[in-house]
């Protein structure tokens, strides 16, 4: 059981030690039972009641088995949903197979491609190489060795023709007839071939519509076998949309049964709070007519405070007004008082004054020789400063003197640092000249390696070509004289100081260089002048 109290407000006034404290009515006293007490904890701590904590336990255990169950199902392989993935996961891996199937081709057919390109590459260097001038210049004198053969032909066939016009007609017919029996063998020849071929494409031909015929007839049964499945699986797909139909139907009536228990519940927990609502407004009430209650009582002791204070009050004035009438009566005597009592603060007063101005002048003769001593305290102290300001001034002086040695040293010193980072640059110019022109030399090294291997390619190619043409019975004489080594197209020996190049003439700088092949107005003029039109040797 529990009582409600009623203490003191804020900014009540405190109750006098003396009194006592009135004893508790029946109306200020509110005795509650064990379950109001508990709902009242349980609205201040925000609980549910425990039914509806029941209900809402129940609901969410129904919620977990039902995921547990559904988890477990998936996993089952004898059900429709199993059977559909075991046909999905193996179409997964028929399609798996598929794929790595043509990946390998595709790699095969890389590899044939990147054949393909490599002789494409090798044809073109070929081409490339085709295309230099020494070979150019070597094909041309194949083609002239050709022409002089074809020349010779010619000429022995024109021979033989006027050696055979003697006999035409005999050798005429002759020809003929061998004309006519090598056509008809040769006719023969491709009648057989081709009757070969057409009895050859008729029998693959039959062969690939035999193929095609079974393959279109085990696609059909593969078709109907595939359709059957699906309508298997569409009946079974309407089944279990009905059953869910009707385990929805019930789930609704189940959860609309929970939903009407739920209105109930929220419905008495209204009337609940309804009826809570009165009890506090009850106490509400009785909380304020025990407030109004000490409000009455406060106010009836302001009352009492106030005439305690006016009738104090009242007692002073009277108090006063008899103070004032003893004073008008004895008015006279303290007129007397007063004029002895002036006179006497007067002497007083003078005898104070001459004691001040003694005092004064002491305080006068004291504050000069505090002054006197202090002017000659400050003078020392000054004295003491400007000696310590002289003393500080030649250790700056002196401070300055020494880092200005230092700056001198230092300045020094950079210029030393910056001659020898002068040197290192002059020298590292003169190592990267010296690098630079080993490394031209090395290039030029290099590039009289590649003639020279390029001159030996060259070499054996025309050698092989010279004597496939001495076999074929070819004149090899413009050969041999475009096979002469030497690059560059001149008529002149061979210039060993520039990787065996053979110039139009030897006139050549400082570095080994070919200079102009022109000839200005005045070389012509010589020339036009001269009684030869061959060139005398000006280049200018």
Known sequence: MATVQHGRRKGSPKTQPSQEAPAPSKEKILILSSKEWQAIQDRKNNKLPSDVQLAIDLQKDRQEKHEQSVNQVSTWGNTIVGKRNKRLNARRLREEEEEKARQKLDIEEAEIKAAERKAAIEHAKKLQYYQTDRVKGFHGALLLSEVIKEREAQIELKKEIDNAMKNADDHLLEWEEKQRQEAARVEREKAEVRS?????????????????????????????????????????????????????????????????????????????????????????????????????????????????????????????????????????????????????????????????????????????????????????????????????RVCEDQAYFQE??????????????????????AADRAKKFQMERHSELEADKRSAQMVKEEEDEFQRYADAVIETAKERGRPVGPLIKAKNAGAGGGNGPIFEGKS?????????????????????????????????????GFVW
């Not at 040695?405 to 980072?421: A, F, P, Y």
């Not at 065996?500 to 080994?512: E, I, T």
């Not at 092949?517 to 020339?527: E, I, L, P």
């Open 404 to 425: 200005q040695d230092e700056r001198n040293k230092g300045r020094t010193m950079e210029e030393l640092e910056v001659q020898s980072i002068l040197q290192q640059q």
């Open 196 to 392: 070969k071929q057409s009895a050859e494409l008729r029998k693959t031909q039959y062969e690939q519509a035999q193929e095609k015929r079974r393959l279109e007839i085990a696609e059909r049964v593969q078709d109907i076998e595939e359709g059957k499945a699906i309508q298997k699986d569409v009946e079974q797909f309407h089944k279990e949309q009905e059953a869910k139909i009707k385990k929805r139907e019930v789930k609704a009536k189940d959860l609309k049964k929970t939903y009407d228990e739920h209105m109930e519940l929220e419905k008495m927990i209204k009337e609940q709070q309804k009826i809570a609502e009165k009890k506090n407004e009850r106490e509400i009430k009785l909380y304020a007519n025990a407030k109004k209650k000490m409000a009455e009582l406060r106010k009836r002791r302001e009352g009492e405070l106030f005439q305690s204070f006016q009738d104090h009050q009242q007692a002073m004035v009277n108090h006063l007004a008899t103070l004032i009438k003893e004073q008008v009566d004895d008015e006279d005597s303290r007129i007397a008082q007063a004029v002895a009592e002036r006179d006497a603060k007067r002497e007083a007063e003078e005898v104070a004054a001459k004691q001040k101005r003694v005092n004064m002048q002491k305080e006068i003769n004291k504050h000069r020789l505090e002054t006197m001593n202090a002017n000659e305290l400050k003078q020392l102290q000054t004295n003491q400063d400007q000696s310590l300001d002289l003393q500080r």
């Open 500 to 536: 065996n190049l053979r110039p139009s003439y030897q006139a050549n700088d400082a570095y080994g260089n070919q200079l102009p092949r022109f000839a200005n107005g005045a070389a012509k003029r010589v020339n036009e002048l001269s009684s030869t039109s061959k060139r005398l």
